[in-house]
């Protein structure tokens, strides 16, 4: 069946530090792919999604690129913040719609 | 607008024990979901529905867990009896059907711990 599998945390980092999360995945068909963001506390919530081979998704100066020939979906940020302090999830959705997520990865920045 | 809301947001009870969660979708949005988050896994699928009809329930552990969605809208995850593997976050998500691309909308969670 489908599958998502993403780059184990935790992960810390400094302020102003690149970053980068990756994700593989396997599928039928060709999904849309998505990273969540699920910060402490809070519910979970779509940070990027890119439906389509190719297509680039970004947000909040995070950017991920649908990469169908290497089956990955790594996201990336140039500069982190504190603030980007979350858990990380990447995801899929199969043929009937319904999400399939990865184990996400705890994302710590230090000032 | 408002987002989804569940309830109650933290329960503790003893294994062998009954527990039921309830959600309230953002309105308008016809496909609901329940999802099962176990600390430090994704979440997974348990239960979607469609208006009050259900589109994929093959994850849901149908002996000790049951979901109604009564006229389309509020929708009930009851669990009985729970087990110690139960403990976990329950996360309902509605989605409308308009577009190519029905996006999720996630509420915020019911942490249930089983002792």
């Known amino acids: 069946g489908d599958s998502v599998t993403q780059m184990e945390g935790p992960v810390t980092l400094s302020e102003e530090a690149f970053l980068t999360i990756n994700c593989t995945y396997t599928?039928?068909?060709?999904?849309?792919l998505f990273w969540y963001v699920q910060y402490p506390g809070e519910g979970l919530q779509l940070l990027l999604k890119?439906?389509?081979?190719?297509d680039k998704g970004s947000n909040k100066g995070f950017e991920a690129t649908y990469r169908k020939e290497t089956t990955s979906f790594h996201l990336e940020k140039g500069s982190v913040q504190v603030s980007d302090s979350a858990v990380y999830f990447c995801?899929?959705?199969?043929?009937?719609?319904?999400?399939?997520f990865g184990q996400g990865t705890e994302l710590s920045v230090k000032p | 607008e408002a987002g989804v809301a569940q309830s109650p947001r933290y329960k503790i009870i003893e294994k062998r024990q009954s527990v039921a969660f309830w959600c309230n979708p953002i309105?308008?949005?016809?496909?609901l979901y329940w999802y099962q988050q176990i600390l430090g896994q994704g979440p997974k699928l348990l239960i979607q529905?469609?208006?009050?009809?259900?589109?994929?329930d093959s994850q849901l552990p149908k002996d000790r867990f049951s979901a109604e969605r009564l006229k389309g809208v509020d929708s009930t995850l009851k669990i009985q009896p729970a087990k110690l593997e139960d403990s976990a976050v329950y996360l309902c998500?509605?989605?409308?059907?308009?577009?190519?691309?029905?996006?999720?909308?996630f509420g915020p969670g019911t942490r249930l711990t089983v002792l």
């Open positions: 998500a509605s989605s409308s059907d308009r577009g190519s691309y029905n996006e999720q909308f």
């Open positions: 599928a039928t068909g060709y999904p849309s």
């Open positions: 890119a439906t389509k081979a190719d």
């Open positions: 995801a899929l959705n199969d043929q009937g719609g319904k999400l399939i």
């Open positions: 309105s308008g949005h016809a496909t």
């Open positions: 529905f469609q208006n009050n009809g259900v589109v994929d």
